[in-house]
T-cell receptor
Framework: KAGVTQTPRYLIKTRGQQVTLSCSPISGHRSVSWYQQTPGQGLQFLFEYFSETQRNKGNFPGRFSGRQFSNSRSEMNVSTLELGDSALYLC?????????????FGPGTRLLVL | GQQLNQSPQSMFIQEGEDVSMNCTSSSIFNTWLWYKQDPGEGPVLLIALYKAGELTSNGRLTAQFGITRKDSFLNISASIPSDVGIYFCAGLEPGAQKLVFGQGTRLTINP
């Protein structure tokens, strides 16, 4: 099976712009989670989508949003970018309900806000 | 939110040495996962544990699910340069949907 894919891999934006990141989960996985990773803060949970519905949400401002499509692909959007949004954004997929939860990460999108 | 206590935060060792790191929680978990992350890449799943007392190996890596269900450890034997990276533990509480992650252990190896 192909792994989790994320596009783009690298992105440079300026303050005030918005950005959309894309994630395609492993085939058959219906849950997609998003994380922000910065050197000082480690892995910070953004939100999780399951069957097109947001199921869990982390402590991030409303500028961070996401959605999931019927094919389980997910996008996250960050509006009005700030310098502090520079980070590695990771997507992960898993297939809940199997009794043996396992989560697989994509390679990440590195966002630089200037 | 809840976080796991992962230690040590960093390790500096000689090539060939064994490595041990662990994660503890105040809550019981029914799943423990261990990941390795190389710079600029996403974490890669190393070992998954689902049962208290379970001991699982993946090559030179061995991980155990603590019998109290509140801890887990990861051992790396005979370390080599490609073991360098950040290791994360992650746990799932019974009935929960969201994984909880440790802060990571940064491993540096001196040749």
């Amino acid at each position: 099976k192909a792994g989790v894919t994320q596009t783009p891999r690298y992105l440079i934006k300026t303050r005030g712009q918005q950005v959309t990141l894309s994630c395609s989960p492993i085939s058959g996985h219906r849950s997609v989670s998003w994380y922000q990773q910065t050197p000082g803060q480690g892995l910070q949970f953004l939100f999780e989508y399951f069957s097109e519905t947001q199921r869990n949400k982390g402590n991030f401002p409303g500028r961070f949003s996401g959605r999931q499509f019927s094919n389980s692909r997910s996008e996250m959007n960050v509006s009005t970018l700030e310098l502090g949004d520079s980070a590695l954004y990771l997507c992960a997929s898993r297939s809940p309900g199997t009794g043996k939860e396992t989560q697989y990460f994509g390679p990440g999108t590195r966002l630089l806000v200037l | 939110g809840q976080q796991l206590n992962q230690s040590p935060q960093s390790m500096f060792i000689q090539e060939g040495e064994d490595v041990s790191m662990n994660c503890t929680s105040s809550s019981i978990f029914n799943t423990w996962l261990w990941y390795k992350q190389d710079p600029g890449e996403g974490p890669v799943l190393l070992i998954a544990l689902y049962k208290a007392g379970e001991l699982t190996s993946n090559g030179r890596l061995t991980a155990q699910f603590g019998i109290t269900r509140k801890d887990s450890f990861l051992n790396i034997s005979a370390s080599i340069p490609s073991d360098v990276g950040i290791y994360f533990c992650a746990g799932l509480e019974p009935g929960a949907q969201k994984l909880v992650f440790g802060q990571g252990t940064r491993l540096t190896i001196n040749p």
